[in-house]
């Protein structure tokens, strides 16, 4: 458990493993072919809406510069920051377009 969850409700801490969720849907996006960093982004987006968080960011970069890409064509890692009431969660994920 991340040392930022200890800060958790217990109602809240069912509700953190959402977080990792997203970003793995991310990455089934991606293995089922799409390569569009925009719409990756949309559908991971769109799977917080209904929830508790406040997004703070969510990106896909270049994982040595942290610059954003705009198709994951090579190794990239998604990253994602959000508030649970007044805890700030952070993940991240590897994503390789080789599955």
Do not use: C, H, W
């Given at each position: ?28 996006r ?16 769109k ?15 270049d ?37």
């Amino acid at each position: 458990m991340s040392s930022r969850n200890a800060y958790l409700d217990p109602e809240s801490r069912e509700i953190a493993p959402l977080l990792y969720r997203t970003l793995s849907l991310g990455r089934q996006r991606l293995a089922s072919g799409e390569t569009s960093v925009a719409v990756l982004l949309e559908a991971m987006e769109k799977n917080l809406r209904s929830s508790p968080f406040r997004l703070d960011y969510l990106a896909i970069v270049d994982p040595e510069s942290l610059a954003p890409v705009a198709r994951v064509d090579r190794p990239a890692r998604m990253l994602v920051a959000a508030y649970l009431g007044k805890v700030r969660l952070i993940d991240n994920l590897e994503l390789s377009p080789e599955g």
